[in-house]
């Protein structure tokens, strides 16, 4: 029966070393999620997701192997098995009766989890957020569809209030912590032969990792307390074992082993087959999900399609009507473009007509231009001519008065009383200078007043430029 009891022993502790108490950073627990608000991305994560999640076999299986790892971030893929990135593993699970999820999770021993370790060491509080995929209808997660998969450590979370408490554990990153550890590791080297009870050996046993040295020596220790033990029940036994009774106890034993593996493969073979009637109902809810959702995209297109119909009829109308307008235009732009001919032509008329006539233009500024010339030398030409006159009036009048005084002299008659002027010819002086004593004639002269001349009695072809 000792034997049994060690056998049994030996399975509680492996079941409690299975995790690494070294390889583990800190734990986070608090809430995950919340069924009872929309998040931040606009998405419903209702309570009956949770319920399925937390209820499948999936998700206890998935618990006890330690496979809902998690990720510093998202990432891109939900199924993303690239661990040596990962930096937590799901422990616990489940939804409270006010709707909040509440989960546990160990942050590992990492390159990331020391990431997340420094970080929370210089004071920076992570959120977690649920990594999974499912079908979205109503902004509402399908629970039919939707598949978990863990939860990350994140920045801004969906869901505000998602901001577990961190307590470290570790002593890998203490150093007193470290020190104290190396402490118990001599102290368990040194006074291991000491001890002889294999369940003190147990209990040191599982607070060590499977793969560390101190692990080991305690299991071949323990291998050799056990033979001990069997060597002084053999001791204090009464010496004589009847070889019937040996074997009435091996074959009891065997058959109670048998018992035990029957009942336990009938267990699993329960279970198995639960958990195949909860996969073919969730395979039906599923299934049915997806005609659901099928039907109601095929309605939405049926009735996308019927308002595209109804568009392009619209369309094909608004062409028609607008094939007739770009004829009526083409025929408006042939009668446009003869009558820009005809204008054309007309244009080119006027222009030669409009050259024509500056031309002539031309030719008359010219003319009177040269006419301007011609008149200008022709007033040059009457002031000279004045001039002349005006020399010959004073060379008349200095003649006459000569002639009068000389002529006056001779007969002797005085010429004061004489009406004599410009106009007064030899004969008519002869005359009135013979009809008057000589006495009262005295020399007369008469200064000739000059005739103007009137520019305007001359002919155009009677002038002469000089």
């Known amino acids: 029966m000792r034997g049994e009891i060690t056998l049994a022993n030996k399975k509680t502790v492996k079941a409690e070393s299975s995790i690494p108490k070294f390889s583990v950073l800190g734990t986070y627990t608090g809430e995950c999620a919340d069924a009872n608000i ?21 998700f206890k299986q998935g618990i006890d192997l330690g496979w809902y790892i998690g990720f510093l971030g998202h990432p891109e893929d939900p199924n993303c098995m690239d661990f040596e990135h990962a930096c937590i593993v799901m422990r616990e699970g489940n939804i409270d009766s006010d709707g909040k999820v509440q989960g546990k999770f160990d942050l590992i021993d990492t390159p990331v989890g020391r ?38 450590l994140v920045t801004f979370p969906a869901f505000p209030e998602s901001i577990p408490t961190f307590s470290e554990v570790a002593a890998s990153t203490d150093l007193n912590q470290r020190a104290k550890y190396k402490a118990v590791c001599a102290a368990v080297n040194e006074n291991l032969d000491s001890i002889t009870m294999s369940e003190s050996l147990d209990i040191i046993q599982s607070q060590f990792a499977e793969q560390s040295d101190e692990y080991k ?15 002084d029940d053999d001791m204090y036994s009464d010496g004589v074992k009847d070889l019937d009774n040996e074997r009435i106890n091996a074959m009891t034993n065997l058959y109670l082993r048998e018992v035990e593996c029957s ?67 083409e025929n408006s732009n042939l009668k446009y473009k003869q009558k820009i001919s005809a204008s054309s032509s007309q244009l080119q008329e006027k222009d030669a007509t409009i050259s024509h006539l500056r031309i002539k233009l031309n030719e008359t500024v010219t003319a009177a ?9 022709l007033d040059a030409q009457n002031r000279d001519l004045q001039k002349e006159i005006e020399a010959a009036y004073k060379m008349i ?49 008469v200064e000739p007043q000059p005739v103007p001349l009137d520019i305007d009695d001359y002919e155009e072809d009677d002038m002469v430029t000089l």
């Open 38 to 58: 929309t998040n931040l991305n606009g998405l419903d994560i209702t309570r009956p997701v949770w319920e399925n999640v937390f209820n499948s076999d999936e």
């Open 115 to 152: 990431i997340v370790k420094a970080f929370q060491d210089a004071g920076v509080t992570f959120g977690i957020s649920v990594r999974g995929a499912g079908d979205i209808v109503d902004n509402s997660v399908d629970p039919d569809t939707f598949v978990f998969r863990g939860f990350d």
């Open 217 to 231: 020596a305690l299991e071949a220790h323990k291998r050799e307390v056990c033979e001990e033990e069997c060597k």
């Open 263 to 329: 009942s336990s493969l009938k267990s699993e073979n329960t279970r198995l087959r639960k958990k195949l009637s909860g996969e073919k109902v969730r395979s039906r809810r599923k299934i049915s999900s997806i005609e659901r959702i099928t039907s109601s995209q095929l309605s939405d297109i049926q009735s996308n399609m019927e308002v595209l119909d109804r568009k392009y009829q619209r369309i094909v109308k608004a062409n028609k009507v607008l094939e007739n307008k770009i004829k009526s235009l």
């Open 397 to 445: 009048a200095s003649y006459q008065e000569a002639y009068a005084s000389m002529y006056s002299h001779i007969i002797g008659v005085n010429l004061d009383h004489l009406d004599v002027n410009a106009t007064t010819s030899v004969e008519e002086l002869q005359k009135l200078i013979g009809g008057t004593s000589t006495a009262n004639i005295s020399s007369v002269f």
């Open 369 to 377: 231009s040269n006419t301007k010339k011609r008149t200008s030398n």
